[in-house]
């Protein structure tokens, strides 16, 4: 019993690690409108990392960054249309009021855009 016991909790332990790890982040420090339809958010370094397109055909951004390369040229989605405009939205408007990150699952594909600290009117 005490086998079986440790056996699930090792399970367990593995289990909510493997999909911690799906999750990655990255901050965005600037955020540009390329078109109408399209932004391209950037890094602390200036360098490009994700495309948005924010249309009704696609509502996801694709990872442009070869220095992250398993990430490199992947495409995430976000839930819709609506969701997607609001991240660029904040992005744009509110990256040096916030910090603000474009959030990636890998095991689901979706993508999402999170605001945290702001700092007051």
């Known amino acids: ?38 932004d391209r958010f950037y890094g602390q370094d200036g360098n490009a990392f994700g495309t948005v397109f924010c249309n009704p055909q696609a509502a996801q951004v694709m990872f442009v960054d070869s220095r992250v390369g398993d990430l490199d040229g992947k495409t995430f989605y976000f839930e819709s249309v ?3 405009d609001k991240g660029r ?20 594909q979706g993508a999402q855009v999170r605001l945290s600290q702001c700092l007051g009117n």
């Open 1 to 38: 019993m005490r086998f079986a016991t440790f056996l699930v909790t090792i399970l367990g332990l593995f289990t909510s690690l493997q999909g911690h790890s799906a999750e990655r982040t990255f901050r965005v420090f600037e955020s540009k409108r390329i078109t109408p339809l399209v």
């Open 82 to 84: 609506e969701a997607c």
């Open 89 to 108: 939205t904040q992005a744009r408007q509110l990256s040096q009021k916030c910090v603000v990150e474009l959030v990636l699952d890998q095991e689901t």
